[in-house]
């Protein structure tokens, strides 16, 4: 909404009572959600927002799925490169402005790919199947790394065989309605791509130079907010 120039105030509903309160009388059950007056849709597709605003232009063109694939591969990558530089004694320190350590946010950047895979495969994108916490065996990042490397060899795998002959105009099942697989690989590849450039703003106050950092070549052409953090 920022890069479109449409007013707005965002509102965070974490430890915000008033805000809470907003988003339960709207009776929407999960964030983000972009509300005029009393009707709302869930934020989770910029082109379902972009109609919910009236916007004409509903922005860049979605690249193409092998694109998209090829930018979510050197994301993961670089999540684990990153994870392998954080400190342990970290791994229960939360995010500014949200009750999320860690810990959760680099395994859920690895989740994201699963939850894609699942719809990929046939099955529903579902809010709790994003939301899987990181199972107790995951004792440091470079076990969550590891375990990321299962996720994207997966997705590699996926791509080479079934992923060739997908059909990405075809309507899949999310718990924010029905979205094509490419608008879903799309928001994939960005949203693992937002939380990557998280861990960099984390490595930066932690004064670790980050191994490879991510930039144009890795995100050019994918739908990205211009800030780290919600202002």
Same mark, same amino acid.
């Given at each position: 909404m920022s890069a479109r120039a449409v007013d707005y105030q965002s509102i965070n509903v974490a430890g915000? %009572?008033?805000g809470m309160a907003q988003l339960q009388a709207l009776g929407a059950r999960s964030v983000p959600v972009v509300a005029k007056g009393d009707d709302?849709?869930?934020g989770q *597709? !910029?082109?379902d927002v972009g109609a919910f605003l009236g916007l004409d232009d509903q922005g860049a063109s979605i690249l %193409? %799925?092998?694109e998209l694939v090829q930018r979510l591969d050197?994301? !993961?990558a670089a999540a684990q490169r990153y994870l392998r530089q954080l400190p342990d004694s970290e791994m229960l320190a939360e995010l500014p402005g949200r009750p999320r350590s860690y810990r959760t946010l680099t395994y859920h950047i690895f989740q994201i790919t699963r939850g894609f895979l699942v719809v990929a495969r046939g099955?529903? !994108?579902t809010h709790e199947l994003l939301g899987l916490e990181a199972g107790d065996h995951l004792l440091s990042f470079a076990d969550i790394a590891d375990d990321g490397e299962v996720a994207r060899q997966d997705l590699l795998a996926w791509w080479r065989g079934a992923g060739q002959e997908a059909d990405f105009a075809a309507p899949v099942p999310t718990y924010y309605? %029905?979205? *094509?697989l490419h608008d879903i690989l799309e928001r994939t590849a960005w949203h693992t791509a937002q939380h990557v450039r998280q861990m960099l703003f984390i490595l930066d106050g932690l004064n670790i130079t980050p191994d490879g950092p991510i930039g144009n070549q890795e995100l050019a052409g994918l739908p990205l907010p211009t800030e780290v953090w919600d202002g």
């Open positions: 915000n %009572p008033d709302f849709i869930i *597709s !910029l082109r %193409p %799925p092998g050197w994301v !993961l099955g529903e !994108l309605g %029905p979205q *094509s």
